[in-house]
């Protein structure tokens, strides 16, 4: 069983709470152990909107943290449904204490060991998990913890269809992305704009409680409360990663550019996945888990 640290922009899209969705669903099922959630935007109600869903699904006491370290995506576009999610928590909930997210990654990593770690939103949280240096919680730095308890990554970030087409994720903050592409010590799989551009779920969220905040947010988000799966994918694969509805390409070197497109370089610890059947297949299976 797959352990998983999660970090999240939830707030910039609703398809990250697809994926939250699908998450909970499949350590239900018994195939993940979720460590925790972190949510890489300093915008208050992205987090406390990942403490709302992971309620909903159970698991109130997961960990939450939050990027800290300066100002970023704290914007109302940010805010169009978080703000609403966040209010309904709060009319029953004390404000919550949200850890700083590299604090509480080097908290949960220094505890476990063969972590995977995902990614599906910018690259910040886990750039600074990398720089982290020795502190209270533990000797090592944020690299020597990546070696010795992390097994992977998997991150929603570039497009590997057209190389001169900056991906969201990649193009919000470059310099993070290209950081973490040129020093995570360990094979990073990459889930490109590409995969999830054609295959729009959400459909089985309109059969779900009217209190399900997932449902809520998808319909607060998308007129017709579907939406594209770049992040339902990403976990999809990250927990099931020996699935037959998308395939690893050849090990190679994956780095970002100045203007934030992908580039491949020869020989390398890192992959990118590419589709293995129809969008209608996969459509279909992730449906199955993000009620
Ligand atoms: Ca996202």
Same mark, same amino acid.
């Given at each position: ?98 850890? *700083?997210?590299?604090? #509480?990654? $080097? ?5 476990? /060991?063969?972590? %995977?770690? =995902? ?5 910040? *949280?886990?750039?600074? #998990?990398? $720089? ?5 919680? /533990?000797?090592? %730095?944020? =690299? ?148």
């Amino acid at each position: 069983m797959k352990k998983i640290i999660l970090d999240t922009d939830l707030g910039s899209d609703c398809d990250d709470a697809g994926a939250i969705a699908l998450m909970h669903r499949l350590a239900e099922l018994g195939e993940t152990e979720i460590l925790a959630v972190t949510h890489c935007t300093s915008e208050i109600g992205g987090a406390i909107t990942v403490k709302a869903i992971n309620e909903y699904y159970g698991r109130a006491d997961l960990p939450v943290g939050q990027y800290s370290e300066k100002p970023f995506l704290d914007n109302e576009i940010c805010k169009r449904f978080t703000k609403h999610i966040m209010e309904n928590y709060l009319e029953n909930h004390k404000m919550p204490k949200i850890e *700083n997210a590299t604090k #509480l990654m $080097r908290k949960v990593l220094a505890q476990n /060991s063969d972590v %995977t770690l =995902i990614a599906i939103g910018f690259l910040n *949280n886990y750039a600074e #998990l990398l $720089r982290s240096q020795p502190d209270e919680i /533990s000797p090592l %730095t944020g =690299i020597e913890l990546i070696k010795k308890h992390v097994k992977e990554l998997y991150a929603m970030g570039g497009n590997f269809i057209d190389l001169t087409n900056a991906e969201y994720n990649v193009k919000m903050d470059i310099e993070s992305a290209k950081y973490v592409s040129e020093n995570f010590p360990l094979p990073i799989t990459y889930i490109g704009y590409e995969l999830g551009e054609t295959i729009r779920t959400g459909e089985s969220l309109k059969t779900a409680s009217e209190n399900n905040p997932v449902k809520k947010i998808y319909s607060l988000r998308q007129a017709d409360r579907l939406r594209e799966s770049w992040d339902p994918i990403t976990l999809y694969c990250a927990i099931r990663d020996s699935n037959t509805l998308f395939k690893k390409s050849e090990k190679c070197k994956i780095t970002f550019n100045d203007n934030g497109c992908v580039v491949i370089n020869g020989r390398g610890k890192d992959c990118y996945l590419i589709a293995n059947t129809t969008d209608e297949e996969v459509r279909e299976e992730l449906e199955k888990y993000m009620v």
